[in-house]
């Protein structure tokens, strides 16, 4: 069975600075995708970036990007330029044939 | 604003009620799906329906039973539950239940059992 591993259960960050969560996977597959979600306190699961498996190229949306190392089965999510509204439950998940969610990351800003 | 349309936001009740939760989703998406959260805990995958017809069953009991009218409406019926049924219940949408869909996420209904 696939799982998901978010090593860090808290993370602060500085407004304004750069901060990276820690996701690993475990899988015998070749073919999948990975995500970020983030859900703020407002509850909603919001998507915030996607990674093909056999695309190399890391996948970036405006301030958000990732690091992903297949071999060792890796999928980091930086955050540049931290903002109050980034403070949320950050899941790393993998998907091959459902959602297999992470434990998840508490993301908090200071101003 | 989000997408997919969760009623009711919270309910409360009973354990001998029957009560259902109800889903919604106007992007054409063919792929619904029904998630257990409990608090500061990653969603349980419950139900997912492809075209309407039941795909998966993740071994949920069948106090809770699912429904898909149509392929934009979702509702989970609930009957006879438990305290420890007491969590968030978060439906999702997807353009197909292919591994590279991402799901779109309602709100949430907040269930509390009496």
């Known amino acids: 069975a696939q799982t998901v591993t978010q090593s860090q259960p808290e993370m602060s960050v500085q407004e304004a600075e750069t901060v990276t969560l820690s996701c690993t996977y475990d899988t015998s597959e070749s073919d999948y995708y990975l995500f970020w979600y983030k859900q703020p306190p407002s509850r909603q699961m919001i998507l915030v970036i996607r990674?093909?498996?056999?695309?190399?190229q890391n996948a970036t949306e405006n301030r958000f990007s990732v690091n992903f190392q297949k071999a060792a089965k890796s999928f980091s999510l930086k955050i540049s330029d931290s903002q109050l509204g980034d403070a949320a439950m950050y899941f790393c998940a993998y998907s091959r044939n459902k959602l297999v969610f992470g434990a998840g990351t508490i993301l908090r800003v200071k101003s | 604003d989000t997408e997919v349309t969760q009623t009711p936001k919270h309910l409360v009740m009973g354990m001998t009620n029957k009560k259902s939760l109800k889903c919604e989703q106007h992007m054409g998406h063919r792929a619904m799906y029904w998630y257990k959260q409990k608090a500061k805990k990653p969603p349980e995958l419950m139900f997912v329906?492809?075209?309407?017809?039941?795909?998966i069953n993740e071994s949920v009991p069948s106090r809770f039973s699912p429904e898909c009218p149509n392929s934009s409406l979702l509702n989970l019926h609930l009957h006879a539950l438990q305290p420890e049924d007491s969590a968030l219940y978060l439906c999702a949408s997807s353009q197909e239940s292919g591994l590279n869909q991402p799901q779109h996420f309602g709100d949430g209904t907040r269930l509390s059992i009496l």
């Open positions: 329906y492809s075209y309407e017809k039941l795909s």
């Open positions: 990674q093909e498996a056999y695309k190399q």
